[in-house]
């Protein structure tokens, strides 16, 4: 019960269509692409020549244009979530790690002491748990931790395997989720080590994944401003923010831009799926009918839905004008390593900025 009961707390812990290949003039040569690729860079890079193939070999396995505006989203990206460090060093990781663990305690009234005690237990390398978290300085450090932890107890792969509290990995911070999804329905370029989630501690394994998440997927945008809010909150989220706008004005009631068209916990019903039953008549849609376009909230099938046209459609004859297609998603962002408020649209404007010195670099 008591190991249960660790695993409980540290598994919640720490925790336009650009891109697409055009059909007009030739792409790069072999060599014009790794040189416009290469300028992409920080001036001061180790192993330059490594980022170079990496990032190319992304590219052509997901069918990418390769073009100084992706290359510079891909490298502002990676500037802003990793400072290209392939395994992002995190100050005082352990004293977050710590904190989170008690707050975790806490909230399933587990006492703090009983949860020190256990983590004193020592691990494979011959080390305490509790010494090990204490020195921990990357995020594929208690990650390491967690994966010894639940191999020391009984059925501990079989019952908490899926649940390693280090969801975003690698220099690109990519999701697992996103990546195990993604690697389901693709093939993945290089040799797979040991599982997906490991491939994205590598360099070239968050690289692929992350640029598959930034640009392999087709999306009402005209600005990478959208990508990289879609980057931070989950694909099409700028798009379905925009719908969310129109539905509040369409339905007169308050829908929060937050991209996400159902609850995350799938619990309840939510405000957007809410306010869309209260047009069911005017839209000519059932329940179900409803909530079947907003289960594909993250697809590019969403857009073609009567759901989304008549939406849109009676919204801006409410309005009287044209209605934007992609707005930055309202969420503030949260996690154990924010030491401050930050939101989604500050991410995105942050790595907007990057791509815009990556492109002018003297302006």
């Not at 180790?46 to 990418?64: H, M, P, V």
């Not at 400072?83 to 992002?88: E, I």
């Not at 908490?160 to 993945?188: C, D, L």
């Not at 907007?352 to 670099?361: E, F, I, K, Q, V």
């Amino acid at each position: 019960m008591v190991r249960f009961a660790w695993i409980v707390v540290l598994a919640a812990s720490v925790a336009g269509c650009i891109g697409e290949r055009p059909h007009g003039p030739s792409a790069p040569s072999l060599v014009e692409a790794h040189d416009l690729i290469s300028r992409a860079l920080p001036a001061k890079l180790s192993d330059r020549a490594g980022w170079t193939e990496d990032i190319y070999e992304a590219f052509t396995a997901l069918g990418l244009e390769i073009t100084p505006q992706n290359a510079c989203a891909v490298t502002a990206v990676i500037a802003q979530e990793s400072g290209f460090q392939v395994d992002p060093v995190i100050p005082d990781l352990g004293k977050i790690a710590w904190a989170e663990i008690d707050r975790r305690a806490q909230h399933v009234l587990i006492p703090t002491s009983m949860v020190h005690g256990v983590l004193q237990l020592k691990s494979p390398s011959g080390k305490s748990y509790g010494d090990r978290i204490n020195a921990a300085r990357t995020e594929k450090d208690l990650s390491d931790i967690y994966e010894d932890f639940i191999t020391s107890v009984p059925l501990g792969r079989t019952l908490f395997e899926s649940r390693n509290p280090i969801r975003t990995r690698g220099p690109m911070q990519v999701n697992v989720a996103f990546a195990e999804r993604f690697a389901a329905n693709h093939s993945y370029p290089y040799p797979m080590t040991v599982s997906v989630d490991e491939e994205l501690f590598t360099r070239r394994g968050s690289v692929y994944f992350g640029i598959a998440h930034l640009l392999a997927y087709r999306a009402p945008y005209d600005s990478y401003l959208y990508r990289f809010a879609d980057y931070n909150a989950g694909q099409f989220s700028s798009r379905n923010a925009a719908f969310q706008d129109a539905m509040s004005i369409a339905s007169h009631q308050v829908v929060v831009p937050d991209g996400a068209l159902l609850p995350r916990d799938e619990a309840g019903l939510g405000n957007t799926e809410s306010a869309a039953r209260s047009l069911g008549a005017r839209l000519e849609l059932t329940r179900p009918e409803i909530h079947a376009a907003l289960e594909q909230a993250r697809t590019e099938e969403f857009e073609g839905s009567p759901l989304y046209r008549r939406t849109f459609a009676l919204a801006e004859q409410i309005s009287a004008h044209t209605l934007p297609r992609a707005v930055l998603p309202r969420i503030e962002l949260e996690g154990p390593k924010l030491t401050r408020k930050l939101t989604t649209s500050w991410y995105a404007h942050r790595v907007d900025g990057r791509l815009s010195r990556c492109l002018n670099p003297g302006g």
